[in-house]
Nanobody
């Protein structure tokens, strides 16, 4: 089992920045690819960003490219999402998720919720205009 806890959400204004943190415990963190998803009010959960187990590859949905940066520190069992130039449409609950590396063999694995074995409880981000 892998336990994931997100933190760092809050209420900010348009153009502000936030850094989300996902802290993992349980199994070896560096064995897992990690992802961020978000769910806006009244909408389905959607992919935001992902990073491979060693941090060599990163993926982003188009709407956050150039504004968000995903990183991880395997020594600290932690993943981050630096969010800059926030917009009201970024308002959502943000979830981190972990995927065993065998699940990352398929093309497009990073944006598919079914790839991920473990999920956190989410942290809320609200961006006011």
């Amino acid at each position: 089992q892998v336990q994931l806890v997100e933190s760092g959400g809050g209420l900010v204004h348009t153009g502000d920045s936030l850094r989300l943190t996902c802290t993992a415990s349980g199994r070896t963190f560096s064995d897992y690819a990690m992802g961020w998803f978000r769910q806006a009010p009244g909408k389905e959960r959607q992919f935001v960003s992902a990073i491979t187990s060693k941090g060599t590859m990163r993926y982003y949905t188009d709407s956050v490219k150039g504004r968000f940066t995903i990183t991880r520190d395997n020594a600290k069992n932690t993943m981050y999402l630096q969010m800059n130039s926030l917009k009201p449409e970024d308002t959502a609950v943000y979830y981190c998720a972990a995927a065993g590396t065998l699940r990352t063999a398929r093309s497009g694995w990073y944006s598919n919720e079914q790839t991920y074995d473990y999920w956190g409880q989410g942290t809320r981000v609200t961006v006011s205009s």
